[in-house]
């Protein structure tokens, strides 16, 4: 009987077929359904090793034959075979035509070496055993190496398979010294530790199998959560200068405004635009244009501090948020940011070096700022202000001011 009297191997086996053939038809499913082709692989492996048990099975009927032997022996490694492929497309890696060339030439091998010792109760199971456990600790080295193994189901992929080779090869080591010390087991107990390292291979294959689609969702969510990130940063963002974007900068600008209006904390905003930008396009090219674009950017983002937030506004128009700021402090960053500029004019070849000047509206919001629009409408005046008086300057103004 079974270790612990729980169940003889021919039922063992038979539960073994049917479980089996069930993963493979799943891993078929899910082959279709996520257009993987790793579980092609999987797929074909656990019918392939379902198929060897059968025949493996067919000893208790047929006896010892070529096909429940030698045959039997050798779709039982195409499991682990086929595994080695599925986990070389999981990952992604090359090389799966050159572990399908090398496993033929090494199963036309083995598959001689198990007929001509067919009659043998050692030399069929040694073999193919350590063959098994070599296969295993090779995908799992390959996990380990290119997976996650940091992650609870990468490290349970690799505790699961790293437990499934060693019992292949602890196998091994037993059926050797049943081989060479014959008086010191009875056939009683060989066959029992034979039988329980079997069902922990048995219940570890099966493990390894469902732990295959965990690791794909776990790969999905995490190309998700990536895809997410990108979108989010695509709705947020400017393409050309990666500023926030007009959405985000009123979004800003509206809860600022609610924290100003509950506890009187100041605060400020900067219009800017550049000075003759379509002079620039019409004349060096939208190319150009875009370079400016980047240069100012880069130059007054230099010049602003920590919690300010710089967005593009539209066009060539950047709009500048300063928390906790009065007129007179946000008129200051203004300043600062208008001489740097002039200071630092644009190169681009072959284009000659341009001076690029900007003209600044400031504007601070007051005990009569009602709205967003209140405090947009009192920078814009200002802006335009500085345009009207040369441009390349800053004007500042507040709420109440541009409203009069």
Known sequence: MYPFSLIDPPTLLLVS??????????????????????????????LAFAAGWALNLSQWVYGLTLLTIPAAEILLLV????????????????????????????????????????????????????LNGALYLAVARLFYAHAYP????????????????????????FLMYGFVFTDTLG???????LYTMLLIDLMGIFMLALCFPLFDFLRAETNLHAANT?????????PLTGLYNRRVFLARLDAELLRHRQSAI??????FDIDHFKQVNDTHGHG????????????????????????RFGGEEFMVLLPETPLAAATRVAERMRTGLEASPALFRPVPPLRITCSFGVSCADDLTQNA??????VDAAMYAAKHQGRNRVCACRARDADA
């Open 230 to 238: 990108i979108l989010t940063h695509l709705s947020e963002r400017d």
């Open 373 to 378: 629009q209140d405090l947009l409408g009192a």
């Open 150 to 173: 940091n992650n609870l189901i990468g490290g349970t992929i690799i505790g699961a398979i790293v437990i499934i080779g060693t019992a292949f090869i602890l196998r091994t080591v």
């Open 187 to 193: 056939p009683e107990v060989r066959k029992q530790v």
């Open 266 to 271: 100041p605060l400020s905003l900067i219009l």
């Open 17 to 46: 077929i049917m479980v089996f053939t069930l993963t493979g038809v799943f891993m078929a499913i899910a082959a279709h359904i996520r257009q993987e082709r790793a579980y092609t692989w999987l797929a074909l492996g656990a």
């Open 288 to 311: 150009v244009g875009d370079q400016v674009l980047q240069h100012v950017v880069a130059t007054t983002h230099q010049r602003l501090r920590g919690q300010d937030l710089l967005a």
């Open 79 to 130: 499991f682990p075979i086929f595994l080695l492929c599925a986990t070389l497309d999981f990952l992604r890696r090359p090389g799966i035509a050159q572990t399908l060339g090398a496993a033929a030439l090494s199963l036309a091998l083995v598959f001689w070496v198990l007929v001509v010792f067919v009659d043998s109760e050692t030399v069929p199971g040694a073999m193919t055993s350590s």
